[in-house]
């Protein structure tokens, strides 16, 4: 058995909704379907995830939101005619729509994330509509009735363990297409919580972990994912097949086609993922599968960078002396619910790697303040302009001169490299430049490792 995920360019309109059906129906193994919200259909195009956040506000700000919600309609409404739905049927999912104002929540957070939830709700709703008006026999689950019972925030929810027990006991019969929603889960209370934007590739997960698929097939945009970002480097090589490791690492700095969070309940269920591309199907995408027994086809699988870092950098003499002295400033940041992605020191020094979309310039202000109060470094500086490169492969593991590989062509760059880290596991290799120098470094270490 596959589940199959279709991100929103690939369900944006009538005429992607077919292609989708499609490739459901092209394989039997294919039981499974989960749903994003409708996509861009051009580049002056509005999601309907992002339709649904500007009805929240509206809500919440006591403004006028017809037209908003009338523009949302519309977008269901021009797929359902694709299809000939009758009006009636589509009647239900209007009126859900514009119920929603009107439903009881525990605050406003919790409103917005109900809000977002309904653009996979209803699409997935109406893939189901669909598949009925075309003969196929085809169930719309919602978490639920499946049972994705999720914590955390409303708008940043994890899946609970109680949820794998839950689809365990899922009845369905082997003849049915099963149409879930994408994105979110129920909190214990009963509330809709979405997963991180994006989330729909960690629904289809939860769900080929729980439901014990044989292979996790995600359709998307693109042919599959490329040793480099295509907007950096000239036709990149396809990676034909890759570890969760590998995958993971490549997300954490910026590989955008498959959600990293979506990697643990695959790795926690074996499950291999298929990244294809819907326009073309019969293309073989990229494969992620496990590490054990993976040969390496390459030294570097891929190399990638982000540009959305920034640092913390103290200088301090004899800070290796003071026994808890990392322990006082990770005190700081956790008061401030704040994690670091990198610590590289030194005997008087200590650089702090942070994600500059989890803090803002006034909570800049605060933690210097705090570090310079608490700790009274030497110096404390703020960097705001670091771009963090990863360089991964299963194939660096067990070879020598990988660093001096990397480095030589960086060098003949004249880019200055202040940080580097290599990776516990062998397979990452992190380099830190300047936000100016990111992309040329991307190049320069691709050329070397995949031009010839």
């Keep these: 058995m596959k589940v199959v995920k279709f991100g929103g360019s690939s369900l ?8 989708a059906i499609n490739i459901i129906t092209a394989d039997p193994q294919r039981r499974v379907i989960v749903t ?25 700000a006591n403004e006028d939101y017809q037209e908003t919600v009338d523009q949302i309609i519309d977008r269901y409404t021009a797929i359902a005619n694709y299809f000939d739905v009758p009006s009636e049927k589509l009647q239900p999912l209007v009126d859900r729509l514009k119920e929603l104002p009107s439903w009881r929540f525990p605050n406003d957070s919790y409103l917005m994330a109900a809000f977002k939830a309904h653009g996979e709700h209803l699409n997935a709703n109406l893939m189901a509509i669909v598949l009925q008006q075309l003969g196929y026999e085809a169930r719309f689950v919602t978490p639920e009735e499946a049972g994705i019972r999720v914590t955390g925030t409303p708008n940043n929810a994890t899946v609970t363990p109680e949820t794998y027990t839950l689809l365990d006991h899922f009845s369905f019969n082997d003849s049915e297409l099963l149409v879930f929603p994408g994105f979110y889960g129920i909190t214990l209370a009963g509330h809709i919580a979405t997963f991180s934007r994006g989330g729909s590739d960690i629904t289809g ?35 034909s097949k890759m570890t969760y490791r590998e995958m993971r690492e490549l997300s954490y700095a910026g590989f955008s086609v498959f959600h990293d969070e979506a990697l643990i309940p695959a790795i926690q269920g074996n499950v291999p993922i298929n990244v294809k591309n819907t326009q073309h ?49 990770l ?51 703020w960097i705001d302009n670091y771009a963090i490169t990863m360089v991964v492969g299963e194939g660096m593991r067990n070879r020598t001169g990988v660093i001096n590989d990397i480095l030589e062509p960086l060098t003949e760059e004249n880019i200055a490299v202040p940080i580097i880290n290599q990776g516990a596991s062998r397979i990452s290799i992190m380099i830190g430049t300047y936000v100016k120098d990111a992309d040329k470094a991307v190049q320069a270490i691709y050329h070397r490792f995949f031009a010839n």
Excluded: W
């Design 12 to 19: 944006a309109d009538g005429q992607h909704f077919a292609q």
């Design 36 to 60: 994003s919200a409708p996509g861009k259909r051009n580049s002056d195009d509005i999601k309907v995830t992002d339709l649904l956040i500007r009805y929240a506000k509206q809500v919440l």
């Design 205 to 239: 997960a939860i769900l080929a972990r729980g439901l014990h698929a044989d292979l996790y097939e995600n359709f998307t945009d693109v042919d599959a994912i490329y040793a480099a970002n295509p907007q950096v480097v000239d036709h990149p090589q396809a990676i």
């Design 281 to 329: 199907p019969e293309k073989p995408g990229t494969l992620i599968v496990p590490d054990k027994g993976f040969q390496p086809a390459d030294i570097v699988t891929g190399v990638v960078s982000g540009k959305h870092f920034a640092a913390i950098y103290l200088h301090k003499y004899l800070l290796n002396k003071e026994a808890g002295f990392t322990l006082r400033i």
């Design 331 to 381: 005190n700081i940041l956790a008061r401030h619910d704040i994690s670091y992605e990198h610590m590289p020191s030194g005997i008087d020094d200590i650089t702090i790697i942070l994600d500059k979309n989890q803090i803002d310039d006034e909570m800049v202000d605060v933690i210097c303040n705090e570090i310079q109060e608490e700790i009274n470094p030497d110096q404390l500086e």
